[in-house]
T-cell receptor
């Protein structure tokens, strides 16, 4: 079946412009995560959506960053007034969500290929 | 912030050698996952460990979760060029949020 898709794959923008990054999760997955990855580094958590619950926005680095998830499916990450330090690969992941029964664990995350953002 | 430190950060070895990557934290996690990432792609899950002291084997890869569920290790036996990539550990907290390690970049030279 289809995996997680992200668009665009590459985005070059000028400093100060706004950008929108799109994530199409696997159908039926209730959980959706956005991460940011600098070159060759680990992933930095940005935001987590789970079903109809209020999203966990604790990882967003500034109020220039926002994300929406429409209809429990597609998600858009928006960065306003981009800065050069926003340059990174933005990764989206989806999963079936938390395990039932109070295990405090989740099903496997499946990652998209990422969007490489370059701010000039 | 729950920090996961991986060591070493970079590793370059000859084909056939053994290696171990470490993932350490001061925080307790409900589960810990290991991923492998190739350039231009997203991370792919290798294994999830959930019980303190748990050991899982995946062909030439052996994963161990520390007794206190704060640390983990990945051991590769007889490394092959196909093992080259960025290895990431990730701990899951009770709020289903994942914290990723700093990454270990492995190069296996034929």
């Amino acid at each position: 079946g289809a995996g997680v898709s992200q668009s665009p794959s590459n985005k070059v923008t000028e400093k100060g412009k706004d950008v929108e990054l799109r994530c199409d999760p696997i159908s039926g997955h209730t959980a959706l995560y956005w991460y940011r990855q600098s070159l060759g580094q680990g992933l930095e958590f940005l935001i987590y959506f789970q079903g109809n619950s209020a999203p966990d926005k604790s990882g967003l680095p500034s109020d220039r960053f926002s994300a929406e998830r429409t209809g429990g499916s597609v998600s858009t990450l928006t960065i306003q007034r981009t800065q050069q330090e926003d340059s990174a690969v933005y990764l989206c992941a989806s999963s079936l969500g938390p395990l039932a029964g109070g295990f405090s664990r989740s099903y496997e995350q499946y990652f998209g290929p990422g969007t490489r953002l370059t701010v000039t | 912030t729950q920090l996961l430190e991986q060591s070493p950060q970079f590793l370059s070895i000859q084909e056939g050698e053994n290696l171990t990557v470490y993932c350490n934290s001061s925080s307790v996690f409900s589960s810990l996952q290991w991923y492998r990432q190739e350039p231009g792609e997203g991370p792919v899950l290798l294994v999830t460990v959930v019980t303190g002291g748990e050991v899982k084997k995946l062909k030439r890869l052996t994963f161990q979760f520390g007794d206190a569920r704060k640390d983990s290790s990945l051991h590769i036996t007889a490394a092959q060029p196909g093992d080259t990539g960025l290895y990431l550990c990730a701990g899951e907290d009770t709020g289903n949020q994942f914290y990723f390690g700093t990454g270990t970049s492995l190069t296996v030279i034929p």
